[in-house]
């Protein structure tokens, strides 16, 4: 498969798309929990990295292969196959970045992925151009494609199941398998017919020399090498710890644009962890006692997390949707049941569909008629807090204002 292949250009190809799948994936896992507008934003960044990626590992694997001399690359084709990449990935990501995955999702995603591969990847093979005809093996073609499919979606499942450190990476290094083996694979599987004597293949169209794609291949390295160095930029708000003083954080302090009733506070605690009160108040149900962990559902059953992981509670329909810090995930009880169950010393429902945990919340201000708040995790998110819910979340992180003497 190697044959003739040049070592160093060959580990590189695979390095570049290693490297593209880290910052992809590391992007998407952001999407959860963030504004509608920023969704838009990070799917683009997402799919534009992931579709670099592959498409320079493609053209890496193209220098690197024992090409005849004169050959150059036709620049429609290879600009199309850029294209499709790009929107395909981007349609696989949305898949299963956008709510709970089924398995069906899942499924179809990487089926997406690898087919987007294997035709970017014929696509950019038929830019070559020059004085020889060019096959391809039918078997190798279908194994190529296979191999795509099955290595995408293992790198999938790896990165639904947990959005962050060795699983990211294990996701990563599965597409950067994935990438190079389709398209080492087709190679293998690919023949270059000598022309007849006498015979000349005439070359319609603008064309590139094997130098120029050298320097665009060279660009796009830097890029992704300059998008992976920026995933590994912690995010500054991850470094709040969660007990800092939120007077810190309120432009202004305690009592810039959110002004609250003078009461007596004197009684009052002024830690979250120290006021043991319901969350709800009359028609709620009945306090049960805390339960440690939440049931959540993934594409293989259902799990458990414990509530010290939980940042928020959010109402959707007859089920809620529990966000850990890094993305949301399903759970099967109602936003009055978690309520019920949750330690009342550390959530509060600040919302009629949302429950916060007091402890992470690093960030309080006023927003129109209420405010939001916003909670720590790799994947900092704001939920919002209805008006009538404002003096109770003050009371929790200690900015009533008091009395003066």
């Known amino acids: 498969m190697f044959e003739g292949h040049d070592p160093y250009l060959v580990a590189l190809s695979v390095v570049i798309a290693i490297l593209g799948g880290y ?11 963030t504004p ?9 960044g997402a799919a534009f990295f992931l579709a670099i990626g592959i498409w320079t590992m493609h053209f890496v694997g193209m220098l690197a292969a024992p090409l005849p001399a004169g050959t150059v690359y036709l620049v429609l084709p290879t600009v199309i196959s850029f294209l499709i990449c790009t929107l395909v990935v981007g349609i696989s990501l949305f898949f299963v970045s956008i709510g ?8 179809s995603s990487a089926v997406l992925l690898g087919v987007g591969i294997a035709i970017m990847h014929y696509v950019g093979m038929h830019g070559l151009a020059g004085d020889f005809a060019m096959t391809h093996d039918r078997s190798m073609v279908v194994l190529s494609v296979v191999i795509a ?23 990563a290094v599965a597409f950067g398998i994935a990438v190079p083996g389709m398209h080492y694979t087709a190679m293998a599987g690919m023949h270059m017919v000598p022309p007849s004597a006498g015979s000349h293949h005439h070359i319609e169209g603008l064309a590139a020399s094997s130098q120029m794609l050298s320097l665009v291949v060279t660009l796009l390295c830097f890029v992704i090498a300059a998008g992976f160095l920026l995933s590994l930029v912690p995010d500054p708000r991850r470094k709040v710890p969660p007990a800092v003083d939120a007077v810190a954080l309120v432009p202004g302090g305690a009592t810039a644009g959110m002004d609250v009733p003078s009461t007596d506070t004197s009684a009052a605690p002024t830690s979250p962890r120290l006021r043991p009160t ?17 049931p959540v559902e993934g594409v293989d059953g259902t799990h458990f997390i414990d509530a010290a992981e939980i940042r928020s509670v959010r109402a959707d329909a007859h089920y809620t949707k529990v966000h850990d810090g890094i993305r ?10 978690a309520e019920a169950r949750l330690d009342p010393g550390l959530f509060v429902r600040v919302h009629r569909s949302h429950i916060v945990a007091m402890a992470h919340v690093t960030l309080v201000r006023k927003e129109g008629d209420g405010a939001i708040v916003e909670l720590d995790g790799p994947s900092p998110h704001r939920v919002p807090v209805s008006r009538a819910r404002i003096a109770e979340v003050k009371a929790r992180l200690g900015l009533v204002r008091r009395h003066a003497s």
């Open 328 to 337: 949301e995930r399903m759970c099967p009880w109602s936003i009055s049941d």
């Open 36 to 44: 509608d507008a920023s969704h838009r934003l990070l799917l683009a």
């Open 100 to 107: 709970e995955p089924s398995m069906l999702r899942v499924v």
């Open 149 to 171: 499919i099955a290595t995408a979606y293992g790198g999938v499942r790896m990165f639904l199941a947990r959005q962050g450190g060795v699983q990211l990476m294990l996701s």
């Open 23 to 33: 910052t992809g994936f590391g992007l998407t896992a952001r999407i959860r929990g």
């Open 278 to 294: 319901p969350l709800g108040g009359i028609g709620q149900p009945p306090r049960a006692a805390p339960v440690p962990r939440l």
